[in-house]
Structure formats: C-alpha cells, structure tokens
C-alpha cells in the first residue's frame, strides 16, 4: 500500500469508527481516540492502546477531575501491515473495538478467545 498522508489516514479512521456499532460507542464514559504516528520504540508493532481506567475499576471519587481515557491509533504500524485501504479499515475497527473492550474492563485473554485479539 502506499503511504497515506495523515489526513487520508484519519478519514480512514473516522469510516472505521463509524463501523462500530451505536450501541457499543454509546456506552464509553470519557474517552476520545488520537492517532499517533508510531508506538513507543519498546513496541514497534503496537497498533492500538487504551490509556485510563476502565469502568470495572472506577470508584466513586472517580469522576472528580478526571481526564478523558485516551485510545491511541499508531498510524505506522497499521499502514505497514494492511494491503490496501479496505484491509486497512477492518484492522482499524477491529482495533478500536479491542481498545474499547479494555475500558469495559476485558482484558486480552478474553478478547482473544473471543476472536477480538
């Protein structure tokens, strides 16, 4: 595939988050999604990640100055293993909706044996 500006690529992010369901999106409590360019150098083929407390952890005192959770994109590491723009939607919504699954509290083992990992 060939490289995409970050524009195209955000675009591409905005249809994959329009490929979850309503339902699922309007049950996050305080989250935005950033696209960064690359993961941090310990993990070069990071595609995603959930930054924040998930809801199973949040304790009454919680919402008191809370930041937003952040679910990060890295733009490289998902333009690098998609074929196309097609192949590069479905990973981008199958990661969104893995990062999602952490703030609901699932963790990895789960959303693997549930086809998600």
């Known amino acids: 595939m060939e490289p995409l500006s970050a524009e195209h690529f955000d675009r591409i992010v905005e249809d994959a988050l329009d490929e979850v369901p309503e339902e699922l999106m ?24 959930y930054e924040g407390i998930p809801l199973t952890e949040r304790g009454d005192a919680w919402s008191a100055g ?12 998902l333009s690098r293993m998609c074929g196309d723009i097609e192949e590069l939607t479905d990973e981008i919504t199958v990661t969104v909706v893995h ?5 609901f509290g699932i963790d990895d083992a789960a959303l693997h044996d549930l086809g998600w990992g």
């Open 26 to 49: 309007a049950m996050l409590d305080n989250v935005v999604f950033l696209v960064e360019d690359e993961p941090p150098p310990d993990d070069p083929d990071l595609l995603g990640v």
């Open 66 to 77: 809370a930041l937003p959770d952040r679910i990060l994109l890295f733009r490289g590491p």
């Open 99 to 103: 990062e999602i699954a952490h703030h």
